[in-house]
């Protein structure tokens, strides 16, 4: 029913022809979409007559649909420059709920009255698909907060949306079987733990400290400080951020920002993240981004927040290095190397198939790459060589599309290859080489180390096939037990000696 209703609210409020039509959509696909929509278009959404018929649409339809609108709007090479204006209202300007609601919220998540806590309490000032911000006063100190407040019913808003997208991959995979290799099921579940994740403004709280922590030496970029003890659950305060909003081009101008230098720092900022962090802000869109009067971006909204493991890093690391390189025998290598497509396909066609997608990029500006045509090429070397979604890479895949939006919309001809080359370089240098190497079998090492005390329990175990001392784990058989064992004495050996070679110097 949930489905039906998107169909019928699309048809309803005319979003149906701006979609297929920005999408380029073929005749069969939109005879298709009128002949499923039109006899419920009466069961579709009214939405606000006001808003363009995109944003009309996917605010009628909740939460979750205004999230994919979003990345929409940072895409005008994919959607149009029309469409992804009218969309940009979705990041911070959607109907806001009242006042004394978030007022009555506040009280009873910090269960103290909000006249005591502030001096001035304004009406909201956005409001997103999630939640939405006050600026206020605390009464004692006279420093300005924001106070982010989640929207009343949000949790069932979002879960009744979701339950949809488990029904929609499902039938996905039972009527197209190819479209297995890409997970939609998964996908899907990796999108309800993101979201549960941001309907908890406590984990929120959390990532932006770590956020904080980690990029307090990047020069032209902020985080605001949070204020732990006004912050709970379904409540978040935080310091509160002059500037203007990374989508308001005109405003940057009357400022006398330089758009380039802005464009070229959002990219530089989130390859940085991402490579030398691991942990990135996953919802980089223009209302996330503010630039103050002295020229720093400073970042909001920390609810989506990505993580890279250290291996997944410089396989990320390599491919990006590879393609600058214009290496693609090696892409390909690190491809099957991280087990990304299946062991039976041809490297030598997949590194062809690469320097296809890979070599128009060089020597051109971005605007002159049509970024739709290169995801749909990606799609079809993808699908050709059975490579299956890995869902840890969503979130990057995902970002890595709205940072490169962001930054195009502040400066067109913006080269995402020119920008990345030092950052993947620095990379490289200090993560792929001796240096890393010697650093892995240290810290490796370092936890073998801590089985020495165990090693006469780990020695009787092995040699008595027995399990009154310790028992070895599911399906480990003595000999494994015993290797072990040769390991973990060896590396007790080789810390002993590394320990007494560091005192003697």
Not at 51 to 78: C, E, N
Not at 359 to 366: L, S, T, W
Not at 480 to 505: F, H
Request: proline share 6%; hydrophobic share 45%; aromatic share 8%.
């Amino acid at each position: 029913m949930r489905l039906i209703r998107t169909g019928a609210t699309f048809e309803r409020t005319g979003a149906m022809n701006v979609v297929l039509e920005a999408f380029d959509a073929p005749p069969s696909l939109r005879l298709a979409a009128k002949i499923l929509a039109v006899p419920f278009r009466w069961l579709g959404y009214k939405g606000d007559p006001s808003q363009p018929p995109a944003p009309r649409a996917l605010t009628a339809l909740g939460p979750a649909y205004i999230k994919f609108g979003q990345v929409l709007s940072t895409r005008p090479d994919v959607v149009g420059e029309e469409l992804a204006a009218q969309m940009r209202v979705l990041q911070d300007k959607l109907p806001p709920f009242p006042l004394a609601e978030a007022r009555a919220m506040v009280e009873q998540e910090l269960e103290i009255d909000v006249d005591t806590l502030f001096s001035s309490f304004s009406e909201p000032v956005a409001a997103a698909s999630i939640a939405q911000v006050h600026r206020a006063t605390l009464r004692e100190t006279g420093e300005d907060v924001a106070v982010k407040v989640l929207r009343p019913g949000i949790e069932r808003a979002f879960q009744k949306d979701v339950d949809a997208f488990y029904l929609a991959a499902r039938m996905i995979e039972i009527l197209a079987p190819s479209t297995r290799r890409l997970k939609p099921m998964d996908v899907i579940t990796h999108f309800e733990g993101v979201v549960l994740g941001e309907l908890d403004l406590r984990m929120e709280t959390s990532s932006s400290a770590e956020f904080a922590a980690n990029t307090a030496n990047d020069d032209g970029f902020g985080v605001p400080q949070v204020k732990w003890f006004l912050s709970s659950r379904r409540v978040m305060t935080l310091d509160w951020v002059d500037g203007v909003s990374a989508g308001d081009i005109a405003a940057i101008d009357a400022a006398g920002h330089d758009r380039k230098i802005l464009g070229e720092r959002v990219l530089r900022l989130f390859l940085s993240h991402a490579l030398r962090d691991g942990f990135f802000h996953a919802d980089m869109h223009h209302g996330n981004l503010k630039i103050t009067p002295n020229g720093d971006i400073v970042a909001l909204d920390f609810g989506i927040m990505g993580r890279l493991d250290e291996y997944t890093r410089r396989v990320y690391a390599e491919i990006l290095f590879g393609f600058i390189r214009k290496d693609y025998r090696r892409v390909a290598e690190v491809h099957f190397e991280a087990g990304y497509v299946p062991a039976d396909k041809d490297i030598d066609a997949f590194a062809q198939a690469l320097r296809a997608v890979g070599e128009p990029i060089f020597g051109m500006d971005a605007s002159r790459i049509s970024m739709a045509r290169l995801l749909t090429y990606l799609f079809e070397v993808t699908e050709r060589f059975g490579m299956e979604t890995r869902t840890e890479l969503i979130l990057l895949q995902r970002t890595m599309v709205v940072v490169e939006g962001v930054s195009r919309s502040l400066h067109p001809q913006i080269n995402i290859w020119e920008i990345a080359q030092p950052i993947v370089e620095d990379y490289i240098k200090a993560n792929i080489g001796p240096k890393a190497l010697l650093r892995d079998m240290t810290r490796t090492l370092r936890v073998l180390g801590r089985f020495g005390p165990r090693l006469p329990e780990l020695a009787e175990a092995a040699l008595m096939n027995r399990h009154e001392t310790v028992k070895p784990a599911p399906g480990r058989n003595p000999w494994e037990v015993a290797a072990l064992i040769g390991v973990g004495a060896g590396a007790s050996l080789i810390c002993l000696w590394l320990g007494a070679l560091i005192q003697s110097i």
